[in-house]
């Protein structure tokens, strides 16, 4: 299961993209912190949607709450692939 976006906040409170929200159902609910961007939309959507929104992403979670411990963008969404 690939994470996209991890916030890690003080107390082990964390807001991650991962699976449950790119392999969701399409019509379930969603809170996750790419703001329903990726929900349902699959892996390799939701990587392309994540390299162009994360940041965007990561500025509306620090303008809710600021106390960030560490910020982790999954590998896969950080790398264009060459071929
Ligand atoms: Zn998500």
């Given at each position: 299961?690939a994470?996209?976006l991890?916030?890690?906040r003080?107390g082990?409170?964390?807001q991650r993209?991962?699976?449950r929200?790119?392999d969701?159902?399409?019509?379930?609910a969603?809170?996750c912190v790419?703001?329903g961007t990726n929900?349902?939309?699959?892996?390799d959507?939701?990587?392309?949607?994540?390299?162009?929104?994360v940041?965007r992403?990561i500025?509306?979670s620090?303008?809710r709450?600021?106390?960030?411990h560490?910020?982790?963008?999954g590998i896969?969404?950080?790398n264009?692939?060459?071929?």
């Open positions: 299961m994470t996209l991890a916030i890690i003080p082990s409170r964390t993209c991962d699976a929200c790119y969701a159902r399409k019509g379930t969603c809170d790419c703001e929900h349902a939309a699959g892996l959507a939701a990587m392309i949607l994540t390299r162009q929104q940041q992403w500025a509306a620090r303008a709450d600021a106390e960030i560490r910020i982790e963008i896969e969404a950080q264009i692939p060459l071929f």
